[in-house]
């Protein structure tokens, strides 16, 4: 059975609210930097240098960290860093710009989830070989609770919803007309996206399918890591 398909299941120690306060602390104070720092990067690859210059270039928190999205991180499990600062008129095709800075943010936040997934599972390797050394079986959680909300991250940015970076995607596909009028209303649209959020769960739905979906594809993906421990258990 793959091992991170009910991973959320594995969470029932009283070290639980512990472990995903700490997970979520790790995520605003180095993932969230990271997302940001992604956007830049590209942004100053594809010719604006605005981050570079603001040194915002960095994955130093101190740099990225958003009190309000830090805060909320904490609390709900989402959040966000201050956005790093793009001027689109650096780029050559100012909506295809936008809209690959854009994908560089869920597309770090998905690379981080599969680069932690494979830590998680090296974790659980050792603590088969320790059998069942359980400060091991924490850190392992707390890797897995990190690859959970790091694929929810990057799902949630995806929403084609102004100004998250799923917007900025499909504003590449939009006509010009539709483009320019919804330039116009971002601010209030983003306004009723935040009251919809708090007074009903219908993006929760949607989101969790997807983040499911990517789980699976990144498990799938980390599945030479499951054949080792399957050997392991199997020797032991």
């Known amino acids: ?19 995903i306060i ?21 942004a100053n690859k594809m010719g604006d240098p605005t981050a570079k210059w603001m040194g915002r270039l960095t994955l130093n928190p101190l740099k990225h960290i958003d009190p309000i999205g830090s805060v909320l991180m904490l609390i709900t499990g989402f959040g966000w860093a201050k956005p790093v600062p793009i ?15 854009a994908a ?22 050792f603590y088969v070989l320790t059998d069942g050394a359980h400060w091991l079986y924490l850190i392992y959680s707390l890797v897995s609770w990190m690859v959970t909300i790091n694929i929810s991250l990057g799902v949630f940015n995806l929403c084609p919803i102004p100004p998250l970076d ?17 330039q116009q209303y971002e601010q209030y649209i983003l ?11 219908f993006i929760y739905t949607p989101i969790s399918y997807l983040s499911g979906l990517i789980a699976n594809g990144l498990d799938f993906a980390t599945g030479f890591m499951d054949l080792i421990i399957r050997a392991l258990l199997g020797g032991a």
């Open 104 to 125: 560089a943010g869920p597309i770090a936040n998905f690379i981080m989830a599969f680069v932690l997934l494979i830590l998680a599972k090296l974790i659980l390797i």
């Open 87 to 101: 001027n689109p008129r650096n780029f050559k095709n100012e909506r295809k710009g936008m809209a690959i800075t």
């Open 191 to 201: 306004y009723g996206f935040m009251a919809l959020l708090m007074l009903t769960d």
């Open 166 to 182: 799923g917007y900025r995607i499909i504003s590449l596909f939009l006509p010009d007309r539709i483009y320019y009028t919804i």
């Open 22 to 42: 700490i997970a979520r602390l790790l995520i605003a104070t180095l993932i969230l930097p990271f997302h940001e720092l992604a956007h830049g990067w590209v």
């Open 1 to 19: 059975m793959p091992i991170f398909s009910n991973l959320t299941g594995l969470f029932s120690s009283p070290e639980t609210a512990v472990t």
